[in-house]
T-cell receptor
Framework: NAGVTQTPKFQVLKTGQSMTLQCAQD?????MYWYRQDPGMGLRLIYY???????DKGEVPNGYNVSRLNKREFSLRLESAAPSQTSVYFC?????????????FGEGSRLTVL | SQKIEQNSEALNIQEGKTATLTCNYT??????LQWYRQDPGRGPVFLLL?????KEKRKERLKVTFDTTLKQSLFHITASQPADSATYLC???????????FGKGTSLLVTP
């Protein structure tokens, strides 16, 4: 099993450009998450989807949009990238809510905004 | 506000010793607490989940304690090995129950 797959692994953008980070899981999980990780800040939740058809804001949602395309896929879109969005982005999934079990993480997408 | 605090200073220990990492939290009433391992350039990997009614949980060389009175969890690695060198993250579920909030992690370095 591939687990959680993120694409692209690396991306460089110019300020104002848009892009979408893709995430797919093959574990039939109900819940999916997007986190960003910055030095000294730890992992911070951007958005999550408790189940197919629902999405909710996390701690740092400004500047991002998400789409739960189907049960497998959860994408994160930056409409107008800013240097403050330079970060490592992690997608994760869990069978049910995070209060009932472990999260499975992808390998990360490293985004640089110039 | 809710906080999860882990020692930001790296922990350096000698191979064979026991490593103890601390996680303190405020303004949470967690039913569960989780520990993850993260290697450089990789995503976090789940290690252990402990429930509030479980004072201690073990998995091979790992041991986790959970004291809801002290609002603290301790993570122990016994007979540590250089391969245990990584960053260890503590995590609690948010008030919504659907997402995990993470501490900033503690870096562990085990030297031969």
């Amino acid at each position: 099993n591939a687990g959680v797959t993120q694409t692209p692994k690396f991306q460089v953008l110019k300020t104002g450009q848009s892009m979408t980070l893709q995430c797919a899981q093959d574990m039939n999980h109900n819940s999916m998450y997007w986190y960003r990780q910055d030095p000294g800040m730890g992992l911070r939740l951007i958005y999550y989807s408790a189940s197919e058809g629902t999405t909710d804001k996390g701690e740092v949602p400004n500047g991002y949009n998400v789409s739960r395309l189907n049960k497998r896929e959860f994408s994160l879109r930056l409409e107008s990238a800013a240097p403050s969005q330079t970060s490592v982005y992690f997608c994760a999934s869990s069978l049910a809510g995070a209060n009932t079990g472990e999260l499975f993480f992808g390998e990360g997408s490293r985004l640089t905004v110039l | 506000s809710q906080k999860i605090e882990q020692n930001s200073e790296a922990l350096n220990i000698q191979e064979g010793k026991t490593a103890t990492l601390t996680c303190n939290y405020t303004n949470y009433s967690p039913a569960y607490l989780q520990w993850y391992r993260q290697d450089p350039g990789r995503g976090p990997v789940f290690l252990l989940l402990i429930r509030e009614n479980e004072k201690e949980k073990r998995k091979e060389r790992l041991k986790v304690t959970f004291d809801t009175t002290l609002k603290q969890s301790l993570f122990h690695i016994t007979a540590s090995q250089p391969a245990d060198s990584a960053t260890y993250l503590c995590a609690l579920h948010s008030n919504s129950g659907y997402a995990l909030n993470f501490g900033k992690g503690t870096s562990l370095l085990v030297t031969p």
